[in-house]
Each structure stands twice: as structure tokens, then as C-alpha cells.
């Protein structure tokens, strides 16, 4: 069984047997994983609160030949994100950040930037300030480093320029921005200040991220247009999407 040692974040965990937890994570090394973390109900002797849902550890671990299952052997807390935990918004939040990026990132296959990504969001939840806004530019992000990102530079079907008009048109199956030609009635329309915004976001580096500032109306745009083009390519909608939404957010 070949040892392994990588960063990551804990994405869910689950009760396994009587003893034992069953934990999902993601780390840029070796992608996302699944582990028995053997004992670990039992016992928090061994793990304590390192595999807390969200938790930034470091997992040591077993690769079992034949299974798409390793086993955990420990894990080196490094954040635990206390400020994100500390009501029960926050921690909705925290738990639609992994959900969302647990169904966007394939099994055992790393997604490039989505640890760095899954680090500034969470630490940027667990300050004052706009968090919706951070689940927006998370969301945009996310989906850009999947392979889903949205084409919003021409339009999706023709490649035109779209035209200086106030409302653009969105078509979610098509994945990305439809000029007057070719735009029908599905899809979402934004206006062009939220467009101009999601390309600001989307070329921005991590550590300015902190500077786009979003509207109202930019967030109410945002907020529908991705979701909905999440739901479109993972084909279903997360449960912690239902509970932010009995929540108001």
C-alpha cells in the first residue's frame, strides 16, 4: 500500500461502521479522495478535530490496491476557520462551498488552483465584510477551473461581439453569452455592468480578488445565472443551496 502525504481540505465525512469515518477531501496533489479514517468515531484521541468538515490538514495516508477507497493514518491540522463556524450562516455557507466544490472536482484527478481557491474563500467568509460576494466570485471561479466556465467575451453560438446594448442575454445550455441573432428565450439576462464585473472577476489573481465590488443588482444577477448553470452541468442542486435559501441568502 504506497504512503502519501497531501495538503487539502476536508469536503464531507460521514459515519462508516461503528468506529470508523468515512472522509472526502481535495487536495491539489492527488485531486479528490475518499478515506476510512479507521476508529475515528470511536476515538478523537487520534484525529480530534482534524477532520472537521472544512478543516485545512494535512492527510497522511494509504492507497488500497483494488480500491477506490484509502485509509487514513492522520492528519496535521493547519486552519480550522473557528471564525467561519462561529453562527450558523457561516457555517451554511462554509458547507455550500464544499458541496459545490466536491461536485466539481472528479475523482482522484486534481483540479489546478482549487485548493488555493477553496483557502481564499473560506478565509475570506471568516472576515466582516460582503461574504455573498465571496460565494459569487468562489462560484465563478469554480466553474472556470472545471472546465464549465461561462463565455461571456462574444456570443456562444456565433462568435459576434455582443452589441453596446444595456441587457445581455445568457443561455445556460449553450454555456455562455448570445447575441440578438441568435439569443432565444431561454436562458438569463444580465445587465451589461454584471457582465463586465464576472470578466473583471474572472482575470483577477486570488490576492485581489478582495477589490471587486458588486452591486446589488450585480449580486441578484450573479446569484440566479450561476447557480443555474451549476445545476445544468452537475445536474442537480445541492442541498445546502435549499437550506441558504430558507435562510434569505
Known amino acids: 500500500m504506497p504512503p502519501f502525504v497531501t495538503e487539502s481540505v476536508i469536503l464531507r465525512v460521514m459515519d462508516f461502521q461503528e468506529r470508523d469515518l468515512l472522509v472526502t477531501f481535495y487536495g491539489d496533489q492527488k485531486g479528490k479522495l475518499t478515506g476510512i479514517a479507521k476508529g475515528a468515531k470511536a476515538s478523537r484521541r487520534r484525529f480530534g478535530a482534524n477532520l472537521d468538515l472544512m478543516a485545512h490538514v494535512r492527510i497522511h495516508g494509504f492507497e488500497r490496491p483494488g480500491s477506490s477507497l484509502v485509509r487514513l493514518e492522520?492528519?496535521?491540522?493547519?486552519?480550522?476557520?473557528?471564525?467561519?463556524?462561529?453562527?450558523?450562516?457561516?457555517?451554511?455557507?462554509?458547507?455550500?462551498?464544499?458541496?459545490?466544490?466536491?461536485?466539481?472536482?472528479?475523482?482522484?484527478?486534481?483540479?489546478?488552483?482549487?485548493?488555493?481557491?477553496?483557502?481564499?474563500?473560506?478565509?475570506?467568509?471568516?472576515?466582516?465584510?460582503?461574504?455573498?460576494?465571496?460565494?459569487?466570485?468562489?462560484?465563478?471561479?469554480?466553474?472556470?477551473?472545471?472546465?464549465?466556465?461561462?463565455?461571456?467575451?462574444?456570443?456562444?453560438?456565433?462568435?459576434?461581439?455582443?452589441?453596446?446594448?444595456?441587457?445581455?442575454?445568457?443561455?445556460?445550455?449553450?454555456?455562455?453569452?448570445?447575441?440578438?441573432?441568435?439569443?432565444?428565450?431561454?436562458?438569463?439576462?444580465?445587465?451589461?455592468?454584471?457582465?463586465?464585473?464576472?470578466?473583471?472577476?474572472?482575470?483577477?489573481?486570488?490576492?485581489?480578488?478582495?477589490?471587486?465590488a458588486f452591486s446589488s443588482l450585480a449580486l441578484k444577477e450573479s446569484k440566479g445565472l450561476l447557480r443555474a448553470f451549476f445545476v445544468y452541468h452537475a445536474g442537480r442542486t445541492l442541498r445546502s443551496t435549499e437550506f441558504l435559501e430558507s435562510m434569505g441568502k
Do not use: M
Open 74 to 212: 492522520g492528519a496535521d491540522l493547519l486552519e480550522h476557520f473557528e471564525s467561519v463556524r462561529a453562527d450558523l450562516t457561516g457555517f451554511a455557507r462554509a458547507c455550500y462551498v464544499a458541496e459545490w466544490a466536491e461536485a466539481c472536482a472528479p475523482e482522484g484527478e486534481p483540479v489546478k488552483g482549487l485548493l488555493p481557491l477553496l483557502l481564499w474563500t473560506l478565509r475570506s467568509l471568516g472576515k466582516t465584510g460582503a461574504r455573498e460576494a465571496v460565494l459569487r466570485l468562489f462560484e465563478l471561479r469554480a466553474l472556470d477551473l472545471a472546465g464549465y466556465g461561462l463565455k461571456l467575451d462574444a456570443c456562444v453560438s456565433c462568435g459576434a461581439l455582443l452589441e453596446q446594448e444595456l441587457s445581455i442575454r445568457i443561455g445556460i445550455s449553450q454555456g455562455g453569452a448570445l447575441c440578438r441573432n441568435c439569443q432565444g428565450a431561454e436562458g438569463f439576462s444580465i445587465s451589461r455592468g454584471t457582465l463586465r464585473l464576472l470578466q473583471e472577476a474572472r482575470s483577477l489573481p486570488l490576492e485581489r480578488l478582495h477589490r471587486v
